[in-house]
């Protein structure tokens, strides 16, 4: 079984500086990893995934995530933050061969003017 | 990636009553699943829906409570029954297509239950 812990709830940060948000998970297989983002009053979208090779993987509106497999951990950093931002984010895994996705519990990003 | 539409948006349903859910995706898709997002909750995976079979139910979930349908490749339904107001929550429908790929959703239905 898989398990995804993100460790901050909700994370403020001031508009134009940096942030990272924490995912860590364990699994006794490989996994891909995931980050979804949920705005307000959406749904989730795909932000950026991690299936294999670069462990640095991106995002078109900058954020980026490193996939650390020692620590077991993908988190997810922007050098500067916006006010479209704010939103709920969420870590997932889902072992490779199967299709079933666990979430973490998601994180608050609300980002301050 | 695939559209998904999802209906309604929102409802607020009386306590005994039942609301079902609609899913619309605008391609063919093997394996749809349904979703509840409970407040300052995890994504709680419901049941998997694969077309021309019974749809595979996650532990604490049940076919009596969330009846679904899945007549063909693009649609699926979830039905919300005898609904108490435990049952409040965001329902989200998602499909994938291949392994890693990722997954697209709905927008969600928020439904409350008074």
């Known amino acids: 079984a898989q398990s995804v812990t993100q460790l901050d709830s909700q994370v403020p940060v001031f508009e134009e500086a940096p942030v990272e948000l924490r995912c860590n998970y364990s699994?006794?297989?490989?996994?891909?990893l995931f980050w979804y983002v949920q705005y307000p009053n959406q749904g989730l979208q795909l932000l950026l995934k991690?299936?294999?090779?670069?462990?640095l993987v991106e995002s078109i509106n900058g954020f980026e995530a490193e996939f650390n497999k020692s620590q077991t951990s993908f988190h997810l950093r922007k050098p500067s933050v916006h006010i479209s931002d704010t939103a709920e984010y969420f870590c997932?895994?889902?072992?490779?061969?199967?299709?079933?996705?666990?979430f973490g519990i998601g994180t608050k990003l609300q980002v301050i003017p | 990636s695939a559209v998904i539409s999802q209906k309604p948006s929102r409802d607020i349903c009386q306590r005994g009553t039942s609301l079902t859910i609609q899913c619309q995706v605008d391609?063919?898709?093997?394996?749809m699943f349904w979703y509840r997002q409970q407040p300052g909750q995890s994504l709680t995976l419901i049941a998997t829906?694969?077309?021309?079979?019974?749809?595979?139910?996650e532990s604490g979930f049940v076919i009596d409570k969330f009846p679904i349908s899945r007549p063909n490749l693009t649609f699926s339904t979830l039905t919300v029954s005898n609904m108490s107001p435990e049952d409040s929550s965001i329902y989200l429908c998602?499909?994938?297509?291949?392994?890693?790929?990722?997954?697209?959703f709905g927008s969600g239905t928020r439904l409350t239950v008074v």
């Open positions: 991690y299936l294999s090779g670069s462990t």
């Open positions: 391609s063919q898709v093997t394996m």
């Open positions: 997932a895994v889902t072992p490779r061969g199967y299709q079933k996705v666990t």
């Open positions: 699994s006794s297989v490989s996994v891909y």
């Open positions: 998602s499909v994938g297509f291949s392994e890693g790929h990722g997954y697209t």
């Open positions: 829906a694969n077309q021309g079979s019974e749809a595979t139910y």
